[in-house]
């Protein structure tokens, strides 16, 4: 319980600075017959000011431009669930994205998984963490223009184990598996 409540509390005081020091934009997801085809449409202050076509998953175009600087995504339940940086209408620098979990329990204490990922002119570069909902790091994986490359670690608490993959250029070059204590700095 006293877990649950620190978390809560780290996440209130996430989601206040991002109230306070973000632009916020509300998105809309349009799919079609197919669910591969969809447009997402991002609004400010109910004018649309973004819409971005995908065709079977994939980014095809955008129409419209971001505001530069901090800014803040919400879903239709006015939930934040990105916090990016927007430069030139590209995510550039650190950007935060939230999976909520969509239960009642999650509604009452927003609790969420987290992935903060670093960017340069919309192209993964530098490092990413990804952390689970008790706010522990599972993952740490290494971009360079937008591949994989150096160790990217993946840690299971559950079974105590540390995975450390090495990728060179996207590649996959050595695996190797390791127990983890949690006396390793996270």
């Known amino acids: 319980m006293k877990n649950i409540m620190i978390l809560f509390i780290n996440i209130l005081s996430l989601?206040?600075?991002?109230?306070?020091?973000?632009?916020?934009?509300?998105?809309?997801?349009?799919?079609?017959?197919?669910?591969?085809?969809?447009?997402?449409?991002?609004?400010?202050?109910?004018?649309?000011?973004?819409?971005d076509v995908y065709k079977n998953n994939k980014f095809i175009k955008r129409e419209g431009v971001f505001p530069e600087g901090n800014i803040s995504f919400i879903n239709?339940?006015?939930i934040v669930v990105a916090n990016v940086n927007i430069k030139n209408n590209k995510f550039d620098g650190l950007c935060t994205f939230f999976k909520i979990n969509d239960s009642n329990t999650t509604r009452i204490f927003n609790l969420c998984?987290?992935?903060?990922?670093?960017?340069?002119?919309?192209?993964?570069?530098?490092?990413?963490?990804?952390?689970?909902?008790?706010d522990r790091i599972t993952s740490v994986l290494n971009y360079e223009e937008g591949k994989l490359n150096g160790p990217s670690i993946y840690i299971d608490y559950d079974n105590g184990l540390k995975k450390t993959i090495?990728?060179?250029d996207g590649?996959?070059?050595?695996?190797?598996?390791?127990?983890?204590?949690?006396?390793e700095k996270k």
């Open 166 to 168: 090495e990728f060179v």
């Open 113 to 134: 998984e987290r992935i903060e990922s670093n960017y340069k002119n919309g192209i993964l570069n530098g490092e990413t963490k990804i952390f689970d909902n008790f």
């Open 76 to 78: 239709y339940l006015d």
């Open 15 to 51: 989601i206040v600075c991002v109230a306070v020091f973000a632009e916020t934009i509300e998105f809309r997801i349009n799919r079609y017959k197919n669910f591969d085809d969809y447009d997402v449409i991002y609004f400010q202050n109910n004018k649309q000011i973004v819409k």
């Open 171 to 183: 590649i996959k070059k050595s695996e190797f598996v390791t127990e983890y204590t949690n006396n």
